[in-house]
């Protein structure tokens, strides 16, 4: 991982911006999420997070996981804003996705950035992986944090052992 400075990270500043703005679309009752997936200076992909389809029926916003066999779920309830961007960025631009950023932020209940601390979502870096994304942006408290996408994926999965 490294931090952005000078021209870099002012460049992603404006993407942090405009993932914040596409997070407070989110419709999720439990965390509001937003990424985009830019290439060559250009956004191919966004995305929020929201149930299914953005199908009313399909919310599971507030019900308790822990009733829910482990294998079956995960422990968000609505498609993340990671796999939106994804699949965002597949429908509009087939083949484009290899070397691509992610950038992602998470706001508070009053659209304020949340500053991140590790990665730890293994289905969106699996995901991400899998598609040839080159790197995941997040926003800490030092500053703009660019990880290679192997080794989001890696730190992802420690996470998840501690």
């Known amino acids: ?3 952005l400075f000078n021209e870099e990270e002012k460049e992603s500043l404006k993407y942090i911006q ?32 929201s149930p299914p389809g953005n199908i009313e029926s399909q919310r599971r916003c507030l019900e308790n ?11 968000t309830c609505c498609i993340h804003a990671e796999q939106r961007a994804i699949i965002d960025a597949l429908k509009n631009n087939q083949n484009k996705l290899n070397g691509s950023r992610l950038y992602f932020i998470r ?26 994304i080159s790197e995941f942006v997040l926003l800490h408290k030092e500053g703009i944090c660019v990880y290679n996408t192997e080794e989001y994926n890696k730190l992802s999965f420690e996470y998840h052992q501690k």
Do not use: Q
Not at 18 to 40: D, F, M, P, Q
Not at 65 to 75: A, E, G, H, Q, R
Not at 110 to 118: A, D, T
């Open 1 to 3: 991982m490294r931090y």
């Open 18 to 49: 405009k993932a914040t703005e596409i997070a407070s679309k989110s419709t999720c009752l439990k965390s509001k999420c937003g990424s985009i997936i830019v290439k060559n200076n250009k956004i191919i992909g966004e995305g929020f997070n």
């Open 65 to 75: 996981k822990n009733s829910i066999n482990k294998k079956v779920t995960d422990k």
């Open 107 to 132: 706001l508070d209940k009053l659209n304020n950035k949340i500053l991140l601390r590790n990665p730890y979502c293994t289905i969106c870096s699996k995901m991400a992986l899998d598609v040839g």
